[in-house]
C-alpha cells in the first residue's frame, strides 16, 4: 500500500494541470469503454433473436441493423478502450521519467560509503527492474484487472434484472473460484519467481563485476573461473525457471478446468430454459458471451496477479533507494562556500571508518594561500582519508577541517567541490571521446579552452598525434590509453576546472620513473598559484613541498620541509634511505640487462 501511495503522486503530479486532466480524462475514457463492453452481448443475443426462425417474419432491414449495432458496440468499446490507454501513456511516461531521474540524483547524493559497498550489476537491477514494474502495475492493475471485477458485479446485476439471480449466483461463483484459486495457487508459485530474480540478479551481478575487471581476469588466467562462477549462478537460475514454468503449466490448467464447470453450468441451465420456452436462443448466447467475456480478460489473472506483486516488490526496493539516508548533507541554511586566499586548516581532526577503528587521531596543520603540503607515510596511515576529508565525502568524528575560516560542515557541497580539483591515484574515464573527458572539468566549455587545458598538462601534441585527434574514444574507464596519458587527462580535466585548492591524490605512483617526471612538470604547472595538498608514496616527488607531514598510525610523526626531515634522521629520513636503494638497485638491475643484452648483440654480430 505504501508503494501504491507512493506511485499515485508520480501520476497526479503537482504543478502539472495538464498531466491531471489526462488522468481524468482517461480515466473517464475507460469507465465509457466498460460501460459499452457491457453491452457487447446483449446486442449479440439481439442479433441472434433476429436471425432465429422466430424473426424470420421480420423485415430484413431489422437484423441487418442489429448486426450493425453489434458491430458499431465492439468498435467503440475498443476505440474508447484505446483512447483511454493513449491519453494516459503521457502520464505514465513522464511517472517513469521522474522517479528515474529521482532515483538517478539521489544515488549521486548518496555517501561514498554507499557506493564503496554497493553492487554495480545489482543497483542497475534494481532501478531497471523498478521501472519496469511501474508500467506493468498500470497497466494491468488500474486498466485490466480492476475494471474487469467492476464489470463483473454489472454484469451479475444485469443478469439478475434480464433473468432471475441463478445466472448471477453461477458466474460469481465460477469467478469467485477462479480468483481463489488463481491467488492461492499464485501466491504458492511466488517462491520460484523470486528464486529465479535472485538467481538473475546475482548472476548479472557477477558479470558485470567480471567484466569491469577483465584485465585482472585476463593477468591471472581466470576466464575458467569466472565462467563457473556465472555459470554456477545460471544453474540455481535454470532450477527456479523449470519449476516456475511447471507449476505455471498447471495453474494453467486449474484455471481452463474451473472455466469448462462455469460455462457447463451456465449452459446446461440456459438450454434447459430455452427448451422450456422460458428464454430465447439470443438469451442463450447472450448468457454464454458475457461468461466467455468476463473470463477472457481473467486468463492472464495469475501471470497478471504475479507479476503485479513482483512490480509492487520491484518498486518497492527503487523507492526503498530514495529513502536510503544521506550520511553527508547540507546543514538547514547552508550558504555557499566564500574562497579568497584558499587556506586549508584541520584542527584535532579523529575520523574512522567504523566506530572501532579511528584512522585519524588528532590530525592538525595549516596550508596557507598558495603554498604546497605534502602528506606521506605508511600505507594504512590515514593518508587518503585527509583529502576525503577536505572534499567532505565524510564529516569528521571530532574537530573541523576548515577553508579561509569557514569549517565544510556549514556550507553547501556543490560550492566546496566546485573549488576544490582532485588528480586521483586511480583515474577512470568515461567511455567517451578525449574532448568530452577533458571537457567534464567544465562541460559549458570551448574547445579553445579544453585545448589550452590540454597543453597545460602535456597531452596536446599526443591528442594531436591520433588519428581522430579530441574525437579519440578512450574506451571503458579509459582502457585504450596508457596510464600516463590518462593521468594527463585527468590532469587537464582539473585544471579546466580552475579549482583554488588541489589535491593530488598519489597521481603518480603506478607510473614508470621517465613518465613520472614528464608528470611532475605538468602537476608542477597545474600546482602554481594554488593551495595544493600531495598525498604522495614515491617521496622523490615531494622534495619541493613547502612541508613535509608525516603521518604514522592515525598521527603526524613529523613536520617539516625534505631537508629539515633529512637531517632529523627519523622515519622520514628512514622511508628516504629505504626508497632511494631501491631506485639504485631497480637502476643497477636495468644496467646490467642493458650490458647483457648488448653483450649478446655483439657476440650475434658477423665478425
Known sequence: MRTLLTLAGYLWPQGEPGLRLRVVASLTLLVASRAVNVLVPIAFGRAVDALSPQGAAAAVAV??????????????SSALSEASDAVFSKVQGRGMRRIALEVFEHLHRLSLRFHLDRQTGGLSRVIER????????????????????????????ILWAMFDISFSAIILASLGLYIAFTLIFTEWRLRFRRQMNETDQEANTKAVDSLLNFETVKYFGNEAHEARRYDASMQRYERAYVRSEVTLNALNFGQQAIVALGLTAVMLLAAFRVAHGQMTVGDFVLVNTYLLQLFQPLNFLGFAYREIKQGLVDMEAMFRLLREEREVADRPGAGPIRVSAGEVAF?????????????????SFVVPPGRTLAIVGPTGAGKSTISRLLFRFYDANAGAVRIDGQ?????????????????????????????Y??????????????????????????????????????????????????????????LLKDPRILILDEATSALDTRTEQEIQAALRDAARGRTT???????????????IIVLQDGRIAERGNHGALIALDGLYAEMWRRQSEAVEAAEAAAAAQAAEAAFEARAKAPA
Open 347 to 363: 584542527e584535532g581532526v579523529r575520523f574512522g571508518y567504523r566506530p572501532d577503528r579511528e584512522i585519524l587521531k588528532g590530525v
Open 130 to 157: 523498478g521501472t519496469r514494474g511501474m508500467t506493468f502495475v498500470l497497466d494491468f492493475l488500474l486498466f485490466r484487472i480492476a475494471p474487469t471485477l467492476v464489470e463483473i458485479l454489472v454484469v451479475a446485476l
Open 533 to 547: 595538498l600531495v598525498i604522495a608514496h614515491r617521496l622523490s616527488t615531494v622534495v619541493e613541498a613547502d612541508e
Open 63 to 76: 437484423p441487418i441493423a442489429v448486426v450493425v449495432a453489434y458491430g458499431t458496440v465492439r468498435l467503440l
Open 407 to 435: 569549517d565544510v560542515r556549514d556550507v553547501t557541497q556543490d560550492s566546496l567541490r566546485a573549488a576544490i580539483g582532485v588528480v586521483p591515484q586511480d583515474t577512470v574515464l568515461f567511455n567517451d571521446t578525449i574532448r
Open 437 to 494: 573527458n577533458i571537457a567534464y572539468g567544465r562541460p559549458d566549455a570551448t574547445q579553445e579552452e579544453v585545448e589550452a587545458a590540454a597543453k597545460l598538462a602535456q597531452v596536446h601534441d599526443f591528442v594531436l598525434r591520433l588519428p581522430d585527434g579530441y574525437d579519440t574514444r578512450v574506451g571503458e574507464r579509459g582502457l585504450k590509453l596508457s596510464g600516463g596519458e590518462k593521468q594527463r587527462v585527468a590532469i587537464a580535466r582539473t
